[in-house]
């Protein structure tokens, strides 16, 4: 059975920090491409960040310079740095395990963010 299983959410002011970590089993966690993805109240899913297995790192723009995602293999698990917390990056935070060429595509139950102003 795959599990995802996040942890580190919760609630920060404006330019603080947090990191999240997703912590995987059931899975060959080393093979996976990991990401974090967001939804805010009213809007759709985003992704936020991914890291493929050779450790490529790709971000949505408005994260660039603010978040950092990196995974460690020994421990099956994937983090999101976050600093300069905004108000906007205000969600519930997705870890994803996705293995392209395959329908092994799955979801960790979420982490709420909460960043006040």
């Known amino acids: 059975q795959v599990q995802l299983v996040e942890s580190g959410g919760g609630l920060v002011q404006a330019g603080g920090s947090l990191r999240l970590s997703c912590v995987a089993s059931?899975?060959?966690?080393?093979?996976?491409?990991m990401g974090w993805y967001r939804q805010a109240p009213g809007k759709q899913r985003e992704l936020v960040a991914t890291i493929s297995r050779g450790g490529s790192t790709n971000y949505t723009d408005s994260v660039k310079g603010r978040f950092a995602i990196s995974r460690d293999n020994a421990k099956n698990t994937v983090y999101l740095q976050m600093n300069s917390l905004k108000p906007e990056d205000t969600a519930v935070y997705y870890c994803n395990a996705r293995f392209f060429g395959s329908n092994w595509n799955y979801w960790g139950q979420g982490t709420q963010v909460t960043v006040s102003s």
């Open positions: 059931g899975i060959t966690f080393s093979i996976f491409t």
